[in-house]
Each structure stands twice: as structure tokens, then as C-alpha cells.
Nanobody, 126 residues
């Protein structure tokens, strides 16, 4: 069974940091773009960050640029999201994703996602 399993979420004060991890099992995603989406209560799902198969290309939602860093370790089939300077508006369930196609360098559109993790809650208190 193919799975993406997130960890590292939790409760943190504004200005604090968290590091999310996403481990793949059941198959390797070393040739796929991967990334993170999030969904806050009552709001639509939104793109956060994406990384190419070799880590050479990354892209971010404008509001997290300079605060979040996405990275990956293909030897461990794991992708990370380092979140610094967290704000209350970053509160959401964060989902790890992998592209449906290996032809996509990065993905920002949820229609291009082939695999979703179960989500991990991030709560930032003011």
C-alpha cells in the first residue's frame, strides 16, 4: 500500500518554528515532484511549497517565502518543510503530496496531485 505519512505538527507560539516530515512507503517518489498543501478551517485548500525530483527547483506561496523551506532526501524517501517565524494565519492541516506524473517539475495545482498524506495539524497561537 502506497502511503505518505506526515509528522512534526503541533502547537507553537507565534514566531516559533516547526519542522514537518513526510515519509513515503510502498513505493519510491524519487522521480516525482513533491510538496505541501494546507487547509485552514472554513477555507479552501491552498498550495504552500513544492520541490522538484532532485531538489534543484523549489517554489513557494508568496506569504511563506523567506519563512518556510522545503527540502527532500531521496535516499530516505522523505520530504521536509521547515517553518520559521510562524504566524497565527499559518494555522491549518498540512498535507504532503506527490505528483501524479514524473513529467511535472513542480506542482502547485491540486489537480496535478496523485498522492496525498493524511495531514498533520499545525496550530500557531498569538
Amino acid at each position: 500500500q502506497v502511503q505518505l505519512v506526515e509528522s512534526g505538527g503541533g502547537l507553537v507560539q507565534a514566531g516559533g518554528s516547526l519542522r514537518l516530515s513526510c515519509a513515503a512507503s510502498g513505493r519510491t517518489f524519487s522521480a516525482n515532484a513533491m510538496g505541501w498543501f494546507r487547509q485552514a478551517p472554513g477555507k479552501e485548500l491552498e498550495f504552500v511549497a513544492s520541490i522538484s525530483w532532485n531538489g534543484g527547483t523549489t517554489t513557494y506561496k508568496n506569504s511563506v517565502k523567506g519563512r518556510f523551506t522545503i527540502s527532500r532526501d531521496n535516499a530516505k524517501d522523505t520530504v521536509y518543510l521547515q517553518m520559521n517565524g510562524l504566524k497565527p494565519e499559518d494555522t491549518a492541516v498540512y498535507y504532503c503530496i506527490a505528483s501524479r506524473s514524473t513529467l511535472r517539475l513542480i506542482i502547485t495545482d491540486p489537480r496535478e496531485v496523485g498522492y496525498w498524506g493524511q495531514g498533520t495539524q499545525v496550530t500557531v497561537s498569538s
